[in-house]
């Protein structure tokens, strides 16, 4: 979330940018409303971008991250 917030919010990140992002931190982040996904354009059924909601930004405003 540390990069994600690095460049803001409502920016759509490529899955390969995203370290340290696995299933379950993705699933995590999502339920609570910190992250979008959107799937690659070859393979729909793939994460291809990540995008850090504003919630998400102020979370990690609040946090210091």
Not at 19 to 44: A, M, S, V, W
């Amino acid at each position: 979330m540390k990069y994600l917030a690095s460049i803001g919010p409502a920016i759509k990140i490529h899955w390969r940018d995203v370290k340290d992002c696995g299933p379950d931190t993705e699933e995590r982040l999502k339920i609570r409303g910190f992250i979008e996904t959107f799937p690659q354009e070859n393979y729909p059924d793939r994460i291809g971008y990540y995008m850090l909601t504003d919630e998400g930004f102020a979370a990690s405003q609040e946090s210091g991250t």
